[in-house]
């Protein structure tokens, strides 16, 4: 199968004429050819959305929200198909994508349809004097580049809020899971979004994801990925000033405290530690325990961790699928050796897993469990991306707070506590947009997301993505 753009409502192939290997990472086969675009796509895409931009801008609220809704009912309608597309690019298990990732894409465009309804304008008169009133007006042309973990769900959380303001959009998937983005352009198609709103240019990072975010005529960036490409973002377009949000990577910690409920911690470490093989920016790979139920909590959470499936992603009994692709898995088992080296003693996994049949070529890692390092270590301070989770003992409150915040990154933190004034406390100490209290991954639309320090820019989610994706303008009438 050959994957096509998608520019001005038509699908087009690459100007160059050239393609990539798009791997099946459970098999390790090709499996599909993607464009390998350049600046010259970018420049027709930018074009095309320009172009669309005053009719969609123009086009009333009501009716931008009904093909919104139109493409969400549709994402449904297909989930069986764009579920087992995302399994086959990315290598992640199909009950996965059909109980998180697709549903998911379907409810951010129902959030952002419905919510743009609702989404209003403040007024406030000065002293009698004047009326002053609050403008949110779209920008132009939106770049929204999205990395391979979610592939779908990431791509749709910037797409919808986007396109329900009035801006008009040039998507950069991933190149690694190009999949469900090229069947997102169809149902969009379907769904009567007018052409040139929506374009996807498909294609690597610095040969297209550059010349996009660094074009004149797109003032607006919402990317996801690595935090080592999200600096290059930031340095390549600040000299423009262009509005940026980053949603970059995480280190995140657990902590278990003593009096935490120890079924509940534990099933939710397991699930916090190794779903999607570890690939979420959110997965709490740091885990602190309180050094008097150090012991216990680790037994269980091996015991529960061995239990873990690692198969063919097709199969509904598979807990963990591929890894998403060869260099990846390498990557991840390097880390596994820098932990070793560094001292870390394997508590369980740490290697490669070969399976047999359709699967022998494709990249699987076992859940890996360290333990004896320092907070300060690479293992425990670099984002590994992988089923790799440390444990590490704390004896105060004090010190658990300390060792979560030693850290670069500030995305994401979980607590497990029944004390309700400590769980209070101690998210309030924590550095990062997200803190989770007896749970892990619950989320509400409605609230904002992003990082905190190297995980990101911007906190972005529910209203506020409305407001990141305009131009906000005060209006003031005196009238005495
Ligand atoms: P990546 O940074 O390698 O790639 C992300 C996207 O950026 C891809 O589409 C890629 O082609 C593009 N890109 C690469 N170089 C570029 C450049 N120079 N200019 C413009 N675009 C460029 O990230 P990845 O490996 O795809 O994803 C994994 C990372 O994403 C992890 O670090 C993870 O933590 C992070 N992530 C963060 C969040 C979040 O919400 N904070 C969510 C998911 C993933």
């Given at each position: 199968m050959?994957?096509?753009?998608?520019?001005g409502g038509?699908?087009?192939a690459?100007?160059?004429?050239?393609?990539?290997?798009?791997?099946n990472?459970a098999t390790?086969?090709v499996?599909?050819?993607?464009?390998?675009?350049?600046q010259t796509?970018v420049?027709?895409a930018?074009?095309?959305a320009?172009?669309?931009f005053k009719s969609?801008?123009e086009?009333?609220?009501?009716k931008r929200?009904?093909?919104?809704?139109?493409?969400?009912?549709?994402?449904?309608?297909?989930a069986e198909?764009?579920?087992?597309?995302?399994?086959i690019?990315?290598g992640?298990?199909l009950w996965?994508?059909k109980s998180v990732d697709?549903?998911?894409?379907a409810?951010?465009?129902?959030?952002?349809a419905?919510?743009?309804r609702?989404?209003?304008?403040k007024?406030h008169?000065?002293?009698d004097?004047?009326?002053?009133y609050t403008l949110?007006?779209?920008m132009?042309v939106?770049?929204?580049?999205?990395?391979?973990?979610?592939p779908?769900?990431?791509?749709t959380?910037?797409?919808?809020?986007?396109?329900?303001?009035?801006?008009?959009?040039?998507?950069?998937p991933s190149?690694?899971?190009?999949?469900?983005?090229?069947?997102?352009?169809?149902?969009?198609?379907?769904?009567g979004?007018?052409d040139?709103?929506?374009?996807?240019?498909?294609g690597l990072?610095?040969?297209?994801?550059?010349?996009?975010?660094?074009?004149?005529?797109?003032?607006?960036?919402?990317?996801t990925g690595g935090?080592?490409t999200g600096?290059?973002?930031?340095?390549l377009?600040?000299p423009a000033?262009k509005k940026?949000?980053?949603?970059?990577?995480?280190?995140n910690?657990?902590i278990?405290?003593?009096?935490a409920d120890?079924?509940?911690?534990?099933?939710?470490a397991?699930k916090?530690s190794?779903?999607?093989?570890?690939q979420i920016c959110?997965c709490?790979?740091r885990?602190l325990?309180e050094s008097s139920i150090?012991e216990t909590?680790?037994?269980?959470f091996?015991?529960n961790?061995?239990?873990?499936?690692?198969?063919d992603?097709?199969?509904e009994?598979s807990?963990?699928?591929?890894m998403?692709?060869?260099?990846h898995m390498?990557?991840?088992?390097?880390?596994?050796?820098?932990?070793?080296?560094?001292?870390?003693?394997?508590?369980l996994?740490?290697?490669?897993v070969?399976l047999?049949?359709?699967?022998k070529d494709g990249f699987f890692?076992?859940?890996?469990?360290?333990e004896?390092?320092?907070n300060?270590c690479?293992?425990?301070?670099?984002e590994?991306f992988?089923?790799?989770v440390?444990l590490?003992?704390?004896d105060?409150?004090?010190?658990?707070?300390?060792?979560a915040?030693?850290?670069?990154?500030g995305?994401s933190?979980?607590?497990?506590t029944?004390?309700?004034?400590?769980a209070?406390r101690v998210?309030a100490?924590?550095?990062?947009?997200?803190?989770w209290v007896?749970?892990?991954?619950?989320?509400?639309?409605r609230?904002?997301?992003?990082?905190?320090?190297?995980?990101?820019?911007?906190?972005?989610?529910?209203?506020?993505?409305f407001?990141f994706?305009?131009?906000t303008k005060?209006?003031?009438?005196?009238y005495?």
């Amino acid at each position: 199968m050959t994957i096509q753009n998608y520019i001005g409502g038509v699908f087009t192939a690459p100007n160059s004429g050239k393609y990539l290997d798009n791997i099946n990472p459970a098999t390790g086969q090709v499996y599909s050819q993607i464009p390998d675009s350049d600046q010259t796509d970018v420049e027709q895409a930018v074009l095309a959305a320009k172009k669309a931009f005053k009719s969609w801008r123009e086009t009333p609220v009501q009716k931008r929200s009904e093909i919104l809704l139109k493409i969400a009912t549709l994402i449904k309608e297909n989930a069986e198909d764009l579920a087992l597309c995302e399994t086959i690019d990315n290598g992640k298990p199909l009950w996965l994508c059909k109980s998180v990732d697709i549903p998911r894409a379907a409810a951010n465009f129902e959030f952002y349809a419905t919510g743009i309804r609702h989404w209003a304008s403040k007024a406030h008169l000065s002293d009698d004097k004047a009326l002053n009133y609050t403008l949110h007006q779209p920008m132009g042309v939106a770049a929204c580049i999205s990395p391979w973990n979610l592939p779908l769900y990431l791509l749709t959380w910037k797409i919808a809020p986007a396109l329900a303001v009035g801006n008009t959009v040039v998507a950069k998937p991933s190149e690694i899971t190009p999949m469900t983005a090229y069947k997102l352009c169809e149902i969009a198609h379907k769904a009567g979004l007018p052409d040139g709103v929506l374009n996807v240019v498909h294609g690597l990072g610095p040969k297209v994801g550059e010349p996009l975010i660094t074009h004149k005529d797109v003032p607006i960036i919402s990317f996801t990925g690595g935090t080592s490409t999200g600096s290059r973002i930031a340095t390549l377009v600040a000299p423009a000033f262009k509005k940026v949000s980053l949603e970059l990577g995480g280190k995140n910690p657990n902590i278990i405290f003593a009096d935490a409920d120890l079924k509940r911690a534990v099933d939710t470490a397991v699930k916090a530690s190794f779903s999607n093989q570890g690939q979420i920016c959110l997965c709490g790979s740091r885990i602190l325990i309180e050094s008097s139920i150090y012991e216990t909590f680790k037994t269980a959470f091996i015991e529960n961790s061995k239990a873990l499936k690692v198969g063919d992603p097709l199969d509904e009994n598979s807990n963990l699928g591929a890894m998403v692709s060869e260099a990846h898995m390498n990557k991840v088992l390097s880390c596994i050796e820098t932990a070793k080296q560094e001292g870390g003693k394997i508590l369980l996994g740490g290697e490669r897993v070969h399976l047999k049949g359709n699967n022998k070529d494709g990249f699987f890692i076992a859940p890996t469990i360290i333990e004896g390092l320092s907070n300060t270590c690479k293992t425990n301070q670099n984002e590994i991306f992988g089923p790799v989770v440390t444990l590490q003992p704390f004896d105060t409150e004090q010190e658990a707070v300390e060792l979560a915040n030693q850290s670069t990154y500030g995305l994401s933190a979980s607590i497990f506590t029944e004390n309700a004034s400590r769980a209070h406390r101690v998210s309030a100490q924590i550095h990062a947009g997200i803190v989770w209290v007896n749970t892990w991954l619950y989320r509400d639309l409605r609230t904002p997301f992003g990082g905190y320090k190297q995980s990101g820019l911007g906190r972005e989610g529910g209203f506020k993505a409305f407001a990141f994706f305009t131009e906000t303008k005060n209006v003031c009438i005196k009238y005495s």
